[in-house]
């Protein structure tokens, strides 16, 4: 079992370029939720899902898309990345139920934009 | 969702209790506390929750005071393994909300 996998791990961009950060989990879990963390801080909400084909912002969603076009992958893009998206990206994924189950994150991709 | 706030930094023997506050006075009545933890800038990996009563489980334990506006987590007997950053955080009783971080406490257990 899996879990949460996250790919790729590393990434080195160059100002401009884009790319697609994918999350897979095979849990059946109807919600995930991409963060971002930035060195000495916590993680901050990008973008969430609560179900196949629906997303929704969260609190620093500028620069970024998703799509949830399977319930088992999340999609994070960056379309034209910048310096100041070098940050350390994690998934998550939550069972379907109230704010009461637990939350599984993945490893983290670490994307560093020149 | 509510905000919390916690200590930045701790300190603890190995094999000593570690306990870590929070503090979250404007907590409401649909709201969870929850505890994750991240080592080495790992993922966030999943401690403890808890909505009014005490809670143990394998790693800790959490204690809620009886007006819900505090919390402590107890690791009974903190190891080398246990030094990490603690988050502390309050999420509503809905489905599909998301957890939302604070900066947490970072812990450290020293020999």
């Known amino acids: 079992n899996a879990g949460v996998t996250q790919t790729p791990k590393f990434r080195v961009l160059k100002t401009g370029q884009s790319m697609t950060l994918l999350c897979a989990q095979d849990m059946n879990h109807e919600y995930m939720y991409w963060y971002r963390q930035d060195p000495g801080m916590g993680l901050r909400l990008i973008h969430y899902s609560v179900g196949e084909g629906t997303t929704a912002k969260g609190e620093v969603p500028d620069g970024y898309n998703v799509s949830r076009l399977k319930k088992q992958n999340f999609l994070l893009g960056l379309e034209s990345a910048a310096p100041s998206q070098t940050s350390v990206y994690f998934c998550a994924s939550n069972p379907q139920g109230r704010g009461n189950t637990e939350a599984f994150f993945g490893q983290g991709t670490r994307l560093t934009v020149v | 969702d509510a905000k919390t706030t916690q200590p930045t930094s701790m300190d603890c023997a190995e094999g000593r209790a570690a306990n870590l506050p929070c503090n979250h006075s404007t907590i409401s009545g649909n709201e969870y506390v929850y505890w994750y933890r991240q080592i080495h800038s790992q993922g966030p990996q999943y401690i403890i929750h808890?909505?009014?009563n005490n809670e143990t489980n394998e790693m800790a334990s959490l204690i809620i005071t009886e007006d819900r506006k505090s919390s402590t987590l107890i690791l009974p007997h903190a190891t080398l393994r246990d030094t990490a950053v603690y988050y502390c955080i309050v999420r509503y009783n809905q489905a599909g909300t998301a957890l939302i971080f604070g900066k947490g406490t970072t812990l450290s257990v020293s020999s």
């Open positions: 808890g909505l009014k």
